[in-house]
């Protein structure tokens, strides 16, 4: 594995990382979209791998957004430009300002109102600079030259799930270089002569996290197979049952991760604290598991558990 801690600064400079301008040249934040319309013509489950392996090697993109957001226009007949684009899936704005990821490096942002319109900002002005708690920028920006280019019904509720989908892949990505750095210092480190991982308490541990990430994998797989089956967002639910199980395995993982290696003194020159920040920042970044869980009981109340249980395994 790469040395997260050097190649994934927790800071971000005045220019995006070194990755990016290459995947937008390579047409990798427009996968699904249709070649004819700009993109890579390729499908949900690719873009799921990308968030998932980036994550896993350290890289702090906005790939569920600009993914989502390109594929919300080729789904539109629009043509995709291969730029950096942010999504904003609400009900409006109050005077034309928002708080976006990576705002102040953004060419442009969909915003898809509640009626299913899509708009998209091809002016984005910096208000004022922030960043998440992985270091990533996260800014207030105006919104400007706004063009409405359609009205497809359903196309908030896909964007939605679509999204939630590949942030939840983007920490298991994460999830895994913690278990992997986790596992290889308690193999490695030794104690009273054995190494610790003969320690009873600490192979559980490790155990432990692996069950989370294979749970976590296996929901996500399913999830992504559902959105491919059904474009019309019949998958929302499978979605937000990925985002509340994301967050369970994200706040366990990164505990037993600093736990496992003590968590003194290495958290910025060691690749754990990149990982565990950006589980934090990811965890949270599409209204938390909070909203998700919600929307999981809305439709086990409305429909049953059954109804729930067969959406998902169907």
């Known amino acids: 594995m790469q040395d997260i801690a050097k190649d994934s600064p927790s800071a971000f400079g005045q220019e995006p990382p070194a990755a990016w301008p290459r995947l937008v040249e390579l047409g990798l934040t427009a996968i699904s979209v249709a070649e004819d319309a700009g993109g890579s013509g390729g499908t949900f489950l690719d873009e799921v791998v990308l968030c998932e392996q980036a994550a896993l090697r350290g890289l702090d993109l906005p790939l569920p957004t600009n993914l989502v957001a390109s594929w919300v ?43 299913g319109t899509v708009s998209v ?94 749970q976590l994998e296996s929901v996500v797989e399913r999830a992504a197979l559902l959105a491919e089956r059904d474009a019309a967002g019949g998958f929302l639910e499978a979605a937000a049952i990925c985002r509340t199980i994301a967050d369970e395995v994200a706040t366990d993982v990164a505990a037993r991760g600093h736990q496992l290696h003590g968590a003194m003194g290495i958290t910025e020159e060691y690749g754990l604290g990149a990982y565990t920040r950006r589980l934090w920042s990811w965890r949270d970044a599409d209204g938390g598991a909070r909203r998700w869980s919600e929307l999981v009981g809305r439709a086990a109340r409305e429909g049953g558990e059954s109804a729930v249980w067969d959406a998902f395994t169907a």
């Not at 007949?77 to 953004?106: E, N, S, Y």
């Open 73 to 115: 226009l080729g789904h539109g007949d629009q043509a995709v430009t291969p730029v950096t684009r942010g999504l904003i899936v609400d009900d409006g704005f109050d005077d034309g300002r928002l708080v976006v990821p990576w705002g102040r490096w953004l060419d442009e942002v969909v915003l898809i109102a509640a009626d």
């Open 121 to 214: 900002a091809r002016e984005v002005n910096v208000v004022t600079t922030g960043e998440d708690l992985a270091g990533g920028p996260v800014d207030t920006v105006a919104l400007g030259g706004v063009v409405e280019v359609g009205r497809w019904a359903g196309q908030r509720t896909t964007a939605r799930a679509r999204a939630g989908i590949l942030w939840s892949a983007q920490v298991l990505g994460a999830a895994r270089g913690v278990h992997a750095l986790a596992r290889a210092h308690v193999m490695t480190r030794e104690q009273f002569g054995k190494p610790l991982v003969r320690i009873p308490a600490v192979a559980a541990s490790v155990a432990h996290m692996r069950t989370g990430l294979i």
